[in-house]
């Protein structure tokens, strides 16, 4: 009874052993978050004794079927993604730019060894943000000139289209310009 338990705990204690002393030789962040049209860096910090070997950027759900997206020696890029080794510090950096919906994926920080490769994982997330905020504001600003035009609509008969949207924009600004005027001032255009 006690081998039946053995053989399993033990590969699980070799399992956590290796994956120990594997990020002790390379790390990254597990997440990284980006915001659509964005850019995001990735710094993968290595081991010295790895400073020649060649490092790339890898993209998949599955490390063993991933896809190289860029690689060094040198610094080196793709039409969005970039690539730099800082040999004396042990960190390779990542940069994607003009992040897209599509790039929302799990992507590898990679050393190619003789051996196995070493490698860890990093989950790219990419938000909405950008384009919720300039929709929110464009909401805001609708429902402002909106409401201004029903506002002075109600107390003045006659006003200018024109006189307002430049209230509304006034609002908008956040600089509220009251003036004292007559309703005979405005003529509808």
Request: charged share 15%.
């Amino acid at each position: 009874m006690v081998w039946d338990f053995a053989g399993p705990a033990f590969c699980l204690l070799l399992w956590i052993i290796q994956h120990a002393a594997e990020s002790l030789l390379l790390s990254a962040p597990e997440v990284v978050k980006a915001t659509n049209r964005g850019s995001v860096t990735v710094p993968c910090q290595y081991d010295l004794q790895y400073k020649e070997n060649t490092k790339y950027w890898c993209k998949g759900k599955i490390y063993e079927f991933c896809r190289i997206v860029v690689k060094t020696p040198k610094k080196r890029s793709t039409n969005r993604t970039f690539i730099a080794d800082d040999k004396e510090a042990g960190v390779f950096s990542v940069t994607m730019t003009s992040i897209r919906q599509s790039d929302k994926d799990k992507y590898w920080c990679v050393i190619a060894t003789s051996g196995r490769n070493i490698f860890t994982g990093v989950s790219l997330l990419v938000s909405q943000a950008g384009k919720l905020q300039l929709q929110t504001l464009y909401h805001q600003m609708l429902l402002i000139l909106l409401t201004t035009f029903y506002f002075y609509s109600l107390h003045f008969k006659q006003i200018s289209v024109l006189y307002t949207l430049n209230i509304g924009l006034t609002h908008l600004r956040g600089v509220i310009i009251l003036q004292h005027c007559k309703p005979s001032n405005f003529k509808l255009i």
